[in-house]
Structure formats: structure tokens, C-alpha cells
């Protein structure tokens, strides 16, 4: 018997950047993208195009960037509504974010109603200090988000990109509706959560990650040596594979167990809330 997949539907709604799936490949699921400081849809097209490949579809809707504005200024249940509107049945929708965007995410969850949450590289409320707008400090900055050397040259090229954003504060309001969010847990919105975070993280330690994932009864994901932007990152092929499992977990039910269960050498299954260095 030949199967014949579904043609993706088109969003009619305004968006800042769209990675499809093929024409001839059915839409398995939505991933509502927000940037984060300095950065710009363009800085995930190789994350949407990774996705795309396996059936996803990654959207950067057309709302004002993390922190901008008041958040009573941005509207995530639109969006949320139109990719669930467009996508066949029991295709989930995920809000995602990296940075303040992944604040962004966690805050409007109750609004929005997505089916999962993505948080990567959640930030700490204040930058680290001594940052200065100087030569060093923009190396140093490339250093802390990425050590992809790829991706480094991307930015390093980009006139889109705002070189020095990381070392702005987290607006407070964004910051303290997130901690809100997560201090409600899980019962305030009833979604999976799945935490990615690098474990090398400058700007952000991953004790940040332990601390909402444990709130949020979230999945965590610690990327060995990884840095701020864990989807751009040296391992950015191993995190988007960790994403696309989750989804798939996700399309089957939330509450199914992993569908691959990675093991030590040892036969030991690690511990993703362990401390770093544990050997479970």
C-alpha cells in the first residue's frame, strides 16, 4: 500500500522566518522559535532547516523580541492558535526560546497554551559584570555564546546581530513572571517542559537549568562543554537530535517513556539532574 504524506499548510499569519518540511512531507509538528539578546530569526536558520528535514516545522512569529516591550504587549496564543489551525491532527505545538526568549516562553505558557515547552539557555536575572563594549569584550562575548567555529563566523559577519547584548540585565518584569511561572509548576499549565542547557555556560550556569527543570518537573538536557547558544553550539546536531526525540515523545503523549534510553559503557542509564561529574 502507498502512502501519499500531507502538503504542509501554509501560515497566513504574519511570521519573521519559516523553515518548512518538503510539499511532500506531513507536517509532524510546530516549534514557535524566540530569539534572544543581540539575536535575529536569521541566526536559526541552520536549527529550522535540521528540523524541517525530520518533519518540523519552525516558526519565528512576528511578535516584538524578548523583553522589548511590557508583556501584556505580546500576543503568543495568536500564533500558538494559527500552527495548531494549520497542522494536521495530533501535531503538537511547542513555544521555544533560547535566552530571554526561553524567559519569554515559560511566562506565556498559561497564556498561550502550547503543547510543550523548549527552554534553552534560561539566563540568569543579571549579566556578569566588567563587560565593556571594547574588541576583547565582542571576542569574548563570541566565546561565551558559541564554540562553533562556523557560527562564530556568521556573527562575526552579521550586521543584523547586536554584538554586547548579553551583557545587559534580563528586564526585571520578564524575569519575574518567568520565576512566577515556574514557581507555579507544572500544575499552572500542564505541559512537558524539556530544558536545554550548556554545562559550560558563561553567562548562565546550569544550575540555573537544574533549578527551573526541577520546578518545572521538566526534562533537562546538559550539554557537555556546551556554551550560551546551545542550538548554534559545537554539538548543535546532537541538540537538535535530543529536540526531535523529545517531539516524537511528544506526539505519542507527554507522559510515554523516551523511546531511546542512552546508556554509560558501563550499562548505567546517567542522570540528567546529577550533579556535574556524578556518575549517575
Given at each position: 500500500?502507498?502512502?501519499?504524506?500531507?502538503?504542509?499548510?501554509?501560515?497566513?499569519?504574519?511570521?519573521?522566518?519559516?523553515?518548512?518540511?518538503?510539499?511532500?512531507?506531513?507536517?509532524?509538528?510546530?516549534?514557535?522559535?524566540?530569539?534572544?539578546?543581540?539575536e535575529h530569526p536569521g541566526v536559526y536558520g541552520r536549527f529550522g532547516r535540521r528540523l524541517a528535514f525530520d518533519g518540523y516545522r519552525v516558526v519565528v512569529p512576528a511578535v516584538p523580541?524578548?523583553?522589548?516591550?511590557?508583556?501584556?504587549?505580546?500576543?503568543?496564543?495568536?500564533?500558538?492558535?494559527?500552527?495548531?489551525?494549520?497542522?494536521?491532527?495530533?501535531?503538537?505545538?511547542?513555544?521555544?526560546?533560547?535566552?530571554?526568549?526561553?524567559?519569554?516562553?515559560?511566562?506565556?505558557?498559561?497564556?498561550?497554551?502550547?503543547?510543550?515547552?523548549?527552554?534553552?539557555?534560561?539566563?540568569?536575572?543579571?549579566?556578569?559584570?566588567?563587560?565593556?563594549?571594547?574588541?576583547?569584550?565582542?571576542?569574548?562575548?563570541?566565546?561565551?555564546?558559541?564554540?562553533?567555529?562556523?557560527?562564530?563566523?556568521?556573527?562575526?559577519?552579521?550586521?543584523?546581530?547586536?554584538?554586547?547584548?548579553?551583557?545587559?540585565?534580563?528586564?526585571?518584569?520578564?524575569?519575574?513572571?518567568?520565576?512566577?511561572?515556574?514557581?507555579?509548576?507544572?500544575?499552572?499549565?500542564?505541559?512537558?517542559?524539556?530544558?536545554?542547557?550548556?554545562?559550560?555556560?558563561?553567562?548562565?550556569?546550569?544550575?540555573?537549568?537544574?533549578?527551573?527543570?526541577?520546578?518545572?518537573?521538566?526534562?533537562?538536557?546538559?550539554?557537555?562543554?556546551?556554551?550560551?547558544?546551545?542550538?548554534?553550539?559545537?554539538?548543535?546536531?546532537?541538540?537538535?537530535?535530543?529536540?526531535?526525540?523529545?517531539?516524537?515523545?511528544?506526539?505519542?503523549?507527554?507522559?510515554?517513556?523516551?523511546?531511546?534510553?542512552?546508556?554509560?559503557?558501563?550499562?548505567?542509564?546517567?542522570?540528567?539532574?546529577?550533579?556535574?561529574?556524578?556518575?549517575?
Amino acid at each position: 500500500m502507498t502512502t501519499t504524506a500531507a502538503s504542509p499548510v501554509p501560515l497566513t499569519g504574519p511570521s519573521s522566518a519559516v523553515w518548512e518540511p518538503a510539499a511532500d512531507v506531513t507536517v509532524r509538528g510546530t516549534v514557535l522559535l524566540l530569539p534572544g539578546r543581540g539575536e535575529h530569526p536569521g541566526v536559526y536558520g541552520r536549527f529550522g532547516r535540521r528540523l524541517a528535514f525530520d518533519g518540523y516545522r519552525v516558526v519565528v512569529p512576528a511578535v516584538p523580541s524578548a523583553g522589548s516591550v511590557p508583556l501584556d504587549g505580546v500576543d503568543l496564543a495568536g500564533p500558538v492558535a494559527e500552527a495548531r489551525e494549520s497542522s494536521p491532527p495530533g501535531a503538537p505545538v511547542v513555544l521555544a526560546g533560547s535566552d530571554t526568549g526561553a524567559l519569554l516562553a515559560l511566562a506565556a505558557a498559561r497564556q498561550a497554551a502550547p503543547d510543550g515547552l523548549l527552554l534553552v539557555g534560561l539566563p540568569t536575572a543579571v549579566a556578569a559584570s566588567g563587560t565593556q563594549d571594547t574588541t576583547e569584550a565582542w571576542t569574548d562575548e563570541l566565546g561565551a555564546r558559541t564554540s562553533c567555529p562556523a557560527h562564530r563566523g556568521l556573527l562575526a559577519a552579521d550586521p543584523d546581530f547586536r554584538p554586547g547584548a548579553l551583557a545587559e540585565d534580563v528586564p526585571a518584569d520578564l524575569a519575574r513572571a518567568a520565576g512566577e511561572a515556574a514557581t507555579d509548576g507544572v500544575p499552572g499549565f500542564e505541559v512537558p517542559v524539556l530544558v536545554v542547557h550548556g554545562s559550560a555556560d558563561p553567562v548562565s550556569p546550569p544550575a540555573t537549568a537544574r533549578r527551573f527543570a526541577g520546578q518545572l518537573a521538566a526534562d533537562l538536557v546538559l550539554v557537555a562543554d556546551g556554551r550560551h547558544d546551545a542550538l548554534n553550539d559545537a554539538a548543535h546536531r546532537s541538540v537538535a537530535a535530543a529536540v526531535v526525540q523529545w517531539l516524537e515523545r511528544l506526539r505519542g503523549g507527554p507522559h510515554l517513556p523516551a523511546q531511546i534510553v542512552t546508556t554509560d559503557a558501563g550499562g548505567r542509564t546517567p542522570d540528567p539532574r546529577a550533579p556535574e561529574g556524578s556518575p549517575v
